[in-house]
């Protein structure tokens, strides 16, 4: 079976270095784990006599306790000794941090570096709490090592913002803070100039990413409130799981654009595996969906994919330990997925007809579980956890074989997995799955630019007849989009006062009467991208339906400037590919979106605020899926390795108790 296939990778990988550095941390934190319970149980505490004198130095008793323990877990004296007394002293300074606190105001905070370092992860770092962000991640750069404008802090699951002090920020004593480097890089020890310089530049870039990334999304989130022409100008909308749009109150729209918008930027780090930048993405994506009222986020799976994200997000950034409600986001995130697919997925059968792909976050939730529950020494929880997980492993696993043949018929990896899932695993039903999809949904969206278009067309007739756009949306939308009726109630609308108009917003009853409704038929809310250049939203399918790889027709629509035809007739004389200096030019168009070679002759420098805004936009965009079940595909090769990972260290465990 693949799950084999899995483990013989592990014991690979296992001679490595970093391997056993991985197998050693884990299997120490699930010992601390499992003491600090039994200490608990036994109502031990070790800061006190007979375990430390009045020296604070460590007492005999602790060998005695350590040998009673190892005993118990059928592990090295030496080892258990060693852990317990790292537990004593940690407990010691914790309480002498504590009276420090109480009498000077000077809080501790514990600092988790980045696993790429060599030093202890875990450090305490003294300060007051009247300082700003800015001047706490100068004190934690200039401490341990790094370029100030080269880290990000999190703290209580937020960016550090550097303009507010500490306490403003619920900043407080004993509080866990995690460092993220913008970039990792093995010259990141060096200390010459050169490289001090490539660093600062790095990080300087990256802020800047950064912040465009948060420009382009509020561009998009502001266009989704106007009237736009759709064939021109590119926007975001919100859709149900059919693909057709929903209204959303204003008061929340815009919250809701920017949370989705995070979400899908903070996805596309975690694609490639730049979980440090990822980060901050996911955390302001759930602190704007936080924004949105309960019942809408009760009622969506994209609020439960995210905790399962941030999660991920921490587990790959070797700082679990750091999320202190790692286990409340899980149980959040499975409560979320049971009211919005219904007990037993009964709601998502009734709506889609199988429920196979969305068992892809399942596999990824039991994992994590199991992963929390060995971390926190519940061996016996892990492992039914990662035994759920592993036999979902098993039913999703998709054979490469069966991929490619769907892939000779024109249909892309990512359709292929889904559509097999979808049809466990048979070959002619997922392709008439794919393909009935791919028509329903190429129909859905002509409608819906259609009906984009027509209440463009409604609107500019309005404003020719000398109406304002706010009364010619209002008018409108009071007659349900019928421009004979909107006319006969313009002068109403236009005698009302403003911000009457401002508080009317669409009631959930009226957005359940003109769209497919959002909620309770477990919808999902996600970002759809009809309305870009006609590369994205026509031209690309075109392409891979004609059987050529998804990378190389974006890359030939790129060069070609949307010419399909050119686009396609170079591919079938490069047998699917671009020849290597057409492969440079559309590298080229890709890193610089909003540049064109005319601008080499001086301008470029002098970049508009249009330039900057469309360079903005672009970035977002190029991070959206095509697909829209883009975050339930995976090829399952991260979560295969790790399942195989734990489930031997929890072997381990079982093999040792039953010898005791």
Known sequence: MKIN????????????????????????????????????????????????????????????????????????????????????????????????????????IEVFLPARLKKDRKNLLETHLHITGRELRSKIAETFGFQENYIKIVINKKQLQLGETLKEQGVTHNVKAMVLELK????????????????????????????????????????????????????????????????????????????MGYHEKGRAFLKRKEYGIALPCLLDADKYFCECCTELLDTVDNYAVLQLD????????????????AEKKLKLAQECFRKCYGENHQRLLHIKGNCGKEKVLFLRLYLLQGIRNYHSGNGEEAYEYLNKARQLFKELYTDPSKV?????????????????????????????????RREELDQIKKEEREKKKRRLENINHLKGMGYSMRAARQALHQASGNLEE???????????????????????????????????????????????????????????YMGFDEVAAKAALRVFRDNVQLAAQTLVHNEGRLPPDLQLSAEDSSSTPSTSPSDSAGTSSASTDEDMETEAVNEILEDIPEHEEDYLDSTLEDEEIIIAEYLSYVENIKSAAKKN
């Open 486 to 544: 909107a006319q006969k109630m313009w002068w109403l609308n236009d005698s009302a006062p403003e911000s009457n108009n401002r508080q009317q917003s669409p009631s959930q009853e009226k957005i359940d009467q003109d769209q497919t409704p959002l909620a309770p038929h477990g919808g999902r809310i996600r970002s759809v991208r009809w309305a870009l250049c006609r590369a994205a939203s026509s031209l690309f399918p075109q392409l891979v």
């Open 5 to 108: 296939g899995g483990r013989s990778r592990i014991r690979a990988l296992g001679g490595s270095r970093l391997a056993r550095l991985w197998r050693r941390m884990a299997q120490k934190k699930y010992l601390q784990s499992k003491l600090t319970q039994f200490l608990r149980e036994d109502k031990i505490q070790l800061w006190k006599p007979p375990y430390t004198d009045e020296n604070k130095e460590v007492g005999l008793a602790l060998k005695d306790l350590a040998k009673k323990y190892s005993d118990k877990l059928e592990c090295c004296e030496n080892e258990v000794e060693k852990i317990m007394d790292e537990i004593r002293c940690k407990a010691i300074e914790r309480g002498t941090g504590n009276e420090h606190y109480k009498t000077t105001g000077i809080a501790t």
């Open 404 to 436: 490619h043949n769907l892939m000779q018929l024109g249909f892309s990896a990512q359709e292929a997995r889904l559509g097999l899932r979808a049809c466990d695993g048979n070959v002619d039903h997922a392709a008439v799955h794919i393909a009935n």
């Open 310 to 325: 941030i999660v991920w997000c921490y587990f790959r950034l070797g700082q679990l330990e750091c999320l202190d409600d």
């Open 184 to 259: 990792q890089s093995e010259e990141d020890v060096r200390k010459n100039v050169q490289v001090e310089e490539e660093k600062r530049n790095e990080a300087k870039l990256e802020e800047k990413r950064i912040q465009r990334t948060k420009r382009g999304l509020e561009i998009l989130a502001e266009r989704a409130e106007m009237v736009v022409d759709p064939e021109a100008t590119p926007y975001l909308d919100i859709a149900n799981q059919t693909g057709r749009s929903i209204r959303i109150p204003p008061s929340e729209r815009k919250a809701l654009m920017l949370a």
